[in-house]
């Protein structure tokens, strides 16, 4: 069983930055497929960025080129570095991944395991 536990959340003002982290235990990390997805209160959990075990990364439209997934594999840890922040982005934000090589990166049902999410809040 792995266990993913999300950091870094909180409030910051439109413009800002903010990093989260998620912290992976119990299973080899390094072959995980991991993504971000976020839900805004009164709307459904939304895909934000994914990384492929080989580094691969693809990003929403919304946060493309303002958000930066990454990892690293000898600190079982996945990375959201997140600038230029709207009000639009605040949500909870929750990490999740799976050991299968192939899917659709985008889709809740693709992965496997999810941490219980941590929130950023974007003032205008």
């Known amino acids: 069983q792995v266990q993913l536990v999300e950091s870094g959340g909180g409030l910051v003002q439109a413009g800002g930055s903010l990093r989260l982290a998620c912290a992976a235990s119990?299973?080899?990390?390094?072959?995980?497929?991991m993504a971000w997805f976020r839900q805004a209160p009164g709307k459904e959990r939304e895909f934000v960025a994914s990384?492929?075990?080989?580094?691969?990364?693809y990003y929403a439209d919304s946060v493309k080129g303002r958000f930066t997934i990454s990892r690293d594999n000898a600190k079982n840890t996945l990375y959201l570095q997140m600038n230029s922040l709207k009000p639009d982005d605040t949500a909870v934000y929750y990490c999740t991944g799976t050991e299968r090589s192939s899917g659709n990166w985008m889709v809740l049902s693709t992965y496997d395991y999810w941490g219980q999410g941590t929130q950023v809040t974007v003032s205008s």
């Open positions: 119990g299973r080899t990390f390094s072959r995980y497929n």
């Open positions: 990384i492929s075990w080989t580094a691969w990364t």
